[in-house]
T-cell receptor, first 113, second 116 residues
Framework: DQQVKQNSPSLSVQEGRISILNCDYT??????FLWYKKYPAEGPTFLIS?????DKNEDGRFTVFLNKSAKHLSLHIVPSQPGDSAVYFC????????????FGDGTTLTVKP | NAGVMQNPRHLVRRRGQEARLRCSPM?????VYWYRQLPEEGLKFMVY????????ESGMPKERFSAEFPKEGPSILRIQQVVRGDSAAYFC??????????????FGPGTRLTVL
């Protein structure tokens, strides 16, 4: 039973265009969502997060949108840069679970120059 | 301020041997999480520890796997009698607090275990 799903294993976009990465979850009790970025042979690094009480959070080129009724969140990267090429993981957590995160399987983003 | 450190970065074991993976959290962090990533999959939670305590081991296989975070020294993930299916990348993460959930976790570079 996978509670966090990233249905697109890969995404390819042109430099300068928008990248949209999607994530769906099944547990309506999740109250915090995070995006991590991972380069090969490295550990994931935190990118941006959003609380369930919000529907949007923005940080520079990165914006995360949350649609609680649809149990869906998305990460927008505008404009995309070649250095953004990496695997992006969506993660969700429950406040009562003391920070334990449930991860999706990741989406590999390739930004072409 | 050094990040989360894991060693070894690569570990090769033969079936039946023991694997010991070490994790030193960031300075000032007292909460450690272990995750496993199988090829082409996401990170799967294994265990959450505080100093000298296992808080949540719901993701840990019932046999052969154990974890500790002693008062002094790194956190250790031990896998006894390894099998080929244990081959994976094992990531350790730390955070300053376990709660609330919006604390981001800081990940180490991972240990890649290969079982021959």
């Amino acid at each position: 039973d996978q509670q966090v799903k990233q249905n697109s294993p890969s995404l390819s976009v042109q430099e300068g265009r928008i990248s949209i990465l999607n994530c769906d979850y099944t547990n309506s009790m999740f109250d915090y969502f995070l995006w991590y970025k991972k380069y090969p042979a490295e550990g994931p690094t935190f990118l941006i997060s959003i609380s369930s009480i919000k529907d949007k959070n923005e940080d520079g080129r990165f914006t995360v949108f949350l649609n609680k009724s649809a149990k869906h969140l998305s990460l927008h990267i505008v404009p995309s840069q070649p250095g953004d090429s990496a695997v992006y993981f969506c993660a969700a957590s429950l406040n009562t679970n003391a920070g334990k995160s449930t991860f999706g399987d990741g989406t590999t983003l390739t930004v072409k120059p | 301020n050094a990040g989360v450190m894991q060693n070894p970065r690569h570990l090769v074991r033969r079936r039946g041997q023991e694997a010991r993976l070490r994790c030193s959290p960031m300075k000032g962090h007292s909460h450690v999480y272990w995750y496993r990533q199988l090829p082409e999959e996401g990170l799967k939670f294994m265990v959450y520890l505080q100093k000298e305590n296992i808080i949540d081991e719901s993701g840990m296989p019932k046999e052969r796997f154990s974890a500790e975070f002693p008062k002094e020294g790194p956190s250790i993930l031990r896998i006894q009698q390894v099998v080929r299916g244990d081959s994976a990348a094992y990531f350790c993460a730390s955070s300053p607090l376990g709660q609330p959930s919006y604390n981001e976790q800081f990940f180490g570079p991972g240990t890649r275990l290969t079982v021959l």
